[in-house]
């Protein structure tokens, strides 16, 4: 062994061998970093990224002429519910009204969850997540929702807990028990019952994020503000499903609030969106749900750009839009939404890491932040935009430790 060799600096892991790394830092001019080189980690931690030749690991991943990017981040998710509306899907899509008996809607789903129990939630739950993992997420959103109701809704949040701890994932979990009203109740009942909960989850630390469904058929901007303020006094911070169908004017709740997001923007005007660009609000795009419900009006991702927004991307997989990969919201922001391959990946990591309030930790490759990355077997970031409905994914690496490893190359012990 070389004197040259001894003198390196051990560390835990190297990535080595890629085409091209993708830092997806906040100054990068190409909005993704494009670099060469590799990236060591120790600690769990980023150490160096590009030129890593004073480094020497035990565990050298060769991307083999691949892609390296961070983590995906998915900052809007329901993951946690019970049941499917597969047959509401199939009959919407054919232009049909759904069968009888078939579970329709938020409230169809509210049953199932509430039957399924939290053991069936935790499995169904965790299915989704693994294949998340594998297809290169390594930060997930997670709101409750589908329960409405105290027991449930309590449920859903420790649920989130408990896959935490159990999933090579990090979970964001947020409080939506503003998501719809149950059948037959009376609104300023359940509303009261929402702050209620809020309180409740924000003092016994279930979540971080309070959520709010605000459109018309389900809460009103002055319901909005009231469970909004009731989360941020329990520590909660605000976010809201903001303009999906109908313009509502809650924007301006959110700018004031200082929201970490809003989502959806379906309707949000142009002078709405600047003025949540200067308060620092992330906008959060979700084009695989804009077609699975064949939206009658898309969002236009580049207005929120224009606007001065972080734009964060999301699959929002939930019973209405059933998907757990990043990889395709990316090729439908791009195809669908006119987004460009570069803006596409910024938003699927950076973008999306400030709207869950984790910019400083995750979404870019960077020293000092969590070794969070993923490698993809394709020659260039186009490849991963132009590679419709395959999984280009072969290596996930969350906090340092390889979670997720397909078809992998032989190992050195150590660089040469």
């Known amino acids: 062994m070389s004197t040259q060799h001894q003198e390196r600096a051990r560390v835990d892991l190297l990535v080595t061998g890629a085409a091209e790394v993708l830092t997806c830092a906040a100054g990068a001019a190409d909005l993704i970093g494009s670099t060469s080189g590799g990236v060591a980690v120790d600690g769990g931690l980023i150490v160096a990224v590009g030129d890593i030749s004073s480094y020497a690991a035990e565990l050298v991943i060769d991307a083999r002429g691949g892609i390296v990017l961070p983590g995906f981040v998915d900052a809007h998710t329901h993951v946690v519910f019970g049941g499917s509306r597969a047959q509401e899907y199939a009959a919407r899509v054919a232009g049909r009204q759904p069968p009888a ?22 499995k169904q739950a965790a299915a989704r997540l693994r294949e998340m993992v594998e297809h290169g997420t390594t930060t997930v959103e997670s709101k409750s929702g589908y329960g409405l109701d105290t027991e449930t809704e309590i449920a859903t949040l420790d649920t989130n807990r408990v896959l935490q701890q159990q999933l090579p994932v990090d979970l964001a979990s947020t409080f939506l028990g503003a998501h719809a009203f149950p059948p037959g109740a009376d609104q300023a009942a ?68 200082g929201a970490t997001s809003v989502d959806h923007l379906n309707l949000t005007t142009d002078a709405e969106l600047t003025m949540l660009g200067e308060a620092g ?40 839009c059933w998907t757990t990969s990043m990889q395709l919201a990316i090729q439908m922001a791009c195809r669908a939404g006119g987004l460009s391959v570069a803006q596409a990946l910024r938003a699927a ?68």
């Open 101 to 122: 008996g078939a579970v329709v809607g938020i409230t169809g789903t509210m049953t199932a969850t509430r039957a399924a129990g939290r053991d069936a939630l935790r």
């Open 190 to 257: 359940y509303v009261d019952l929402v702050v209620r909960l809020a309180q409740r989850v924000g003092a016994e630390g279930l979540a971080e994020f309070c959520d709010v469904y605000c459109d018309e058929g389900y809460f009103d901007l002055a319901q909005t503000e009231r469970i909004l303020r009731a989360g941020l006094e329990a520590g909660l911070a605000p976010k809201v499903h903001l303009d999906a169908y109908s313009h509502t004017g809650a924007a301006a709740l959110a700018a004031e609030l």
């Open 281 to 320: 609000v992330a906008g959060v795009y979700m084009p695989c749900l804009d077609y699975a419900v064949r939206h009658p009006q898309p969002l236009d991702p580049r207005r929120v750009l224009d606007a001065g927004m972080e734009l964060a991307l999301a699959t929002d997989i939930c019973p209405g």
């Open 349 to 416: 990591t950076l973008g999306s890491a400030a709207a869950l309030g984790r910019a400083d930790r995750v979404g870019s490759l960077e020293v000092g932040k969590q070794a969070d990355l993923i490698v993809l077997d394709v020659p260039s970031p186009e490849d991963i935009a132009y590679r419709l409905g395959r999984n280009n994914v072969t290596t996930v690496v969350r906090r340092g430790r390889v979670v997720h490893e397909s078809n992998p190359a032989p190992r050195p012990e150590e660089t040469r």
